[in-house]
């Protein structure tokens, strides 16, 4: 079990690596945030006490970096079920569990590794935490990526394609990070988005990084508003929670196996649901009713076969000459079939 | 040390070889009425199946007839909506890690990470099946030596062709060395060395390791190597046997004749010799007990620019008097 494991985190590394666009925009996003947005409101929300804007939105930057590159990771194995690979992952004989385990471990180390690329903003920023302030905020870092990790495979496993991720970066992601107090105390919102304020995970990881970094210096408008304790009991029990329903959902095998069948017929969506010789032939076995034979010699041919010839004749032709090889390559087009939906068309 | 459990299991579990009787050896794959739907639609109808350990099996069907779903069912990635099916004796239901312990499975569509490296990628899958760093690198070694991919072995699956990727799957399937290796279309898409290749390696993977093959091609002329091929249709297997004693049932002799303009050759055909014959491909064909007593009859036909072939029946012809496409041809009828 710790090699599969082993093996998917070091492959989510070596592809965070390999991909250069997704490398460069770890980068660039929180620090156009930080940068523009930062300095911008500094203008507007005058400096409280000793905290700068930025300090205060020092934590809601980690948040935003580690919301990133979680989601990325699930968006990495929707396109690993799209394109291929996570066959591997399936066919080797691991338990679903350990597989969405490992996959929930690999993004978790991923963030944790993206977030502290930008830990020396601390010192930048003009912040003098104590060491044990900043293993808290380790801590919390680590803790923030599992839940927001656990949380994309929730996601990965319901989402069918990647085109699907805009979506989640529009109705999920941004309303997650603008209801977090990432950018402004969410107590100042107005009262009837306090419960989605309650309800979204971001606000714990946001408050609780920000109990280490800004601890002592906060004046009271600014502050946190739930004590680290009470972060640590939500995100940890969220992490578990959400863990528990990926493997659920990623856990019917069933499932799994539907998503593989890029190919395979999806009820109700383009073509009869019903296969159109059972529609013709009601009540009666498609095929010639013998057992079938099991026994290497025995050889069975069903003798006759009345049908009807469908359709004229010249309609199943194929151009004269093609040469032999051509035309059975060329056999799906002519069955007319994908794997299902029709099976004999024309 | 997995590997090692999974490599003495399969020598107590077939003691014997292939050429062992059918009854004393358990099966390397059965299946009893093995079904599945997709709502409404019944993609895989009821599929009983039995293969004996180092057997060489083609799965034969038309599309749609439900060789995917059932290599689905088959190696735990899909359950059936009815029935059971053991590999290697154990059930797809209730012991799925035992199944997939004891198969390599190279899938229609690749499965390769199209940006880590040939190597990376079997890296990835030997660590999967938990073999030791040393195990897998030599493994490694000898797949891509196997396949002519050492060379490349550092380039990125990326840059491959369609060949080479194929190549990479199936060194992919078969890095684990399972006793029983499912293939879905292992040479679609390949030019004909590379698919010469394959089949050769597969060939030699199932009569010298002894690993047993369940295949599906479209290439029938390819499943003529088969111990055994199975035709489905529609969700069943409409005939099981070896292919020599397939092809021998139909009839002893095939000719086909071609011309430009195959239409009225076959209407022509069918007036001299009152056989319907079957047109595919701009070829005129049919099946006869005795050649000679029907040549005569096409005489006439020589004074056009007519060709004959005469030729024994192929795996295709059996196909196609089997299967629904067939029901133009009814050459098993005469």
């Not at chain 1, 460069?24 to 945030?33: C, D, G, N, V, Y």
């Not at chain 1, 990526?145 to 941004?174: P, Y």
């Not at chain 2, 390949?190 to 060939?203: G, H």
Request: charge should be neutral.
């Amino acid at each position: 079990m710790f090699w599969a494991i082993e093996a998917v985190v070091i492959r989510e590394f070596v592809r965070f690596f390999r991909q250069h666009g997704r490398l460069l925009s770890t980068f660039a996003r929180p620090l156009l945030w930080l940068i523009v947005i930062g300095s911008g409101f500094e203008r507007v929300i005058p400096s409280e006490g000793t905290v700068s804007y930025k300090q205060f939105l020092l934590p809601g930057i980690y948040a935003m970096v580690l919301l990133f590159s979680t989601m990325l990771c699930a968006l990495a194995t929707v396109s690993d079920r799209e394109f291929g690979p996570i066959r591997m992952l399936l066919i080797a004989p691991l338990p679903r569990s350990v597989a969405v385990i490992a996959k929930t471990i690999s993004s978790t180390l991923l963030g944790i590794f993206q977030a502290a690329l930008f830990l020396p903003l601390i010192w930048i920023l003009g912040l003098r935490p104590s060491a044990g302030a900043v293993l808290e905020l380790l801590g919390a870092l680590a803790l923030s990526a599992l839940v927001l990790s656990s949380l994309g495979m929730v996601l990965a496993s319901r989402l069918r394609s990647i085109e699907n991720f805009a979506g989640v970066m529009n109705f999920l992601m941004f309303p997650m990070f603008f209801l977090s107090s990432a950018l402004y105390p969410a107590s100042t919102l107005p009262g009837f988005l306090q419960p989605l304020v309650r309800a979204d995970p971001l606000t714990y990881t946001v408050d609780l990084m920000r109990h280490p970094l800004l601890r002592g210096l906060y004046p009271a408008n600014l502050s946190s508003d739930y004590t680290p304790r009470f972060d640590i009991l939500v995100l940890a029990s969220l992490s578990v929670l959400l863990t528990g329903v990926a493997i659920l959902l990623f856990g019917e095998e069933d499932h799994l196996g539907r998503i593989l069948l890029t190919e395979a017929p999806r009820p109700g969506r383009g073509g009869p649901a019903v296969p159109p010789q059972e529609a013709s032939t009601p009540g009666i076995p498609p095929v010639a009713s013998e057992p079938a034979a099991t026994s290497p010699s025995a050889v069975e041919m069903p003798r006759t076969r009345t049908r009807i010839p469908s359709g004229a004749a010249s309609g199943q032709e194929r151009l004269p000459g093609a040469p032999e090889k051509a035309a059975t390559s060329a056999r799906p087009a002519e069955y007319s079939a994908d794997e299902g939906g029709s099976m004999i068309v024309k | 040390m997995r590997a090692e459990r999974s490599c003495t299991a399969r020598r107590d579990l077939w003691p014997d070889d292939t050429s062992a009787s059918t009854m004393t050896v358990a099966p390397a794959i059965a299946a009893s009425g093995l079904g599945r739907d997709y709502g409404s639609l019944r993609a895989v109808d009821a599929i009983d199946l039995e293969v004996r350990p180092g057997e060489f099996f083609g799965f034969l069907g038309p599309n749609g007839a439900g060789k995917t779903t059932t290599i689905r069912m088959l190696t735990t990635l899909l359950q059936p909506s009815r029935g059971s099916a053991q590999i290697a004796g154990k059930d797809t239901l209730a012991d799925p890690l035992g199944v997939r312990r004891s198969i390599g499975v190279v899938f229609q569509e690749t499965t390769l990470d199209v940006d880590l490296t040939a190597q990376e990628n079997l890296r990835y899958c030997t660590r999967l099946y938990g073999l030791s760093r040393s195990e897998s690198a030599r493994r490694i070694d000898e797949v891509l030596r196997l396949f002519a991919l050492s060379d490349r072995r550092h380039e990125r699956v990326r840059t491959f062709s369609g060949g080479m990727r194929r190549a990479l799957d199936l060194a992919r399937g078969v890095l684990h060395r399972p006793s029983i290796l499912f293939l879905d279309e292992p040479t679609l898409g390949l030019d004909p060395t590379q698919r010469r290749r394959i089949w050769a390696f597969l060939r030699r993977l199932c009569s010298e390791d002894g690993t047993t093959l369940f295949l599906t091609t479209h290439y029938l002329e390819e499943a003529d190597p088969c111990d055994r091929v199975a035709i489905v249709d529609r969700g069943r297997i409409v005939v099981v046997g070896e292919p020599t004693v397939l092809k021998r049932a139909l009839g002893k002799e095939s000719i086909e004749l071609s011309s430009a303009e195959p239409d009225a050759l076959a209407a022509q055909v069918a007036r001299l010799t009152g056989i319907t014959p079957r047109l595919r491909n701009g070829v005129v064909s049919f099946i006869v007990e005795d050649a000679a007593a029907v040549m005569p009859l096409l005489l006439p036909l020589t004074e056009q620019d007519v060709e004959v072939r005469l030729t024994r029946p192929t795996l295709e012809d059996v196909f196609v008097s089997v299967t629904s496409d067939g029901e133009r041809a009814d050459v098993l009828g005469d």
